[in-house]
């Protein structure tokens, strides 16, 4: 999968204008996944990153829904028309070499489970999760790191066709719901208008 993932990205580099729309559909088959790494790289980190979180972290939350029900990339109009510069997607290329390389020294436990509905379903729920956790600019140590963490086993679990990887970045998933349950008042305080949705009261 990560093989036939680079032939696309390299399809793509000969491209006189680079869409985001573009890298999606050539992408096809990866293009959730690739998608969501990418949006996580910058989390890759324990240290948050401020300004960009929320931005970032929507788009990871779209791509998990749409993995949970179209099975295709989700993204607006103004998002597909994002034009992605030679060098900024020079940089994206090099990134997944290297995952290329990384992926193949940890996928070992192939399963045909992770190809299944159920498990897209579930992948894609605790991917919009993670994300949705990812977005809020919380004061947090880790905050950005470990849901960044949870999406990228699960995406890199789902390409390599890995059921190991995906249960990895599943249960991570569980850190990131205690750290939900931790932050509570934090986020309270911080988005009241979340919880005024839900008052009925």
Known sequence: ???????????????????????????????????????????????????????????????????????KPLLTNKMKSLVITHER???????????????????????????????????????????AFLSLPLPIPFSNFVPALSIAFICIGLLEEDIFLVIMGLSITLAVIWMGIFSYHIIIERFPVLFDLFNFV
């Not at 997944?96 to 992948?123: E, G």
Request: charged content about 15%; glycine content about 6%; proline content about 5%.
């Open 1 to 71: 999968m990560s093989a036939k993932m680079l032939s696309h990205l390299e399809e793509v580099r000969s491209l006189p204008i680079i869409t985001l729309g573009l890298l999606t559909n050539t992408l096809k088959d990866e293009a959730i996944v690739v998608m969501c790494l990418i949006s996580i790289l910058p989390f890759m980190q324990p240290i948050p990153i401020p300004g960009v979180s929320t931005v970032l972290g929507i788009i990871a939350l779209f791509q998990g829904v749409g993995l949970m029900f179209l099975k």
């Open 89 to 131: 997607f020079e940089l994206i290329y090099k990134a997944a070499v290297k995952l290329t390389k990384f992926t193949d020294k940890i996928s070992i436990f192939p399963h045909h489970w992770v190809n299944s509905r159920a498990c897209h379903f579930i992948s894609g729920f605790s991917i919009a999760l993670s994300a």
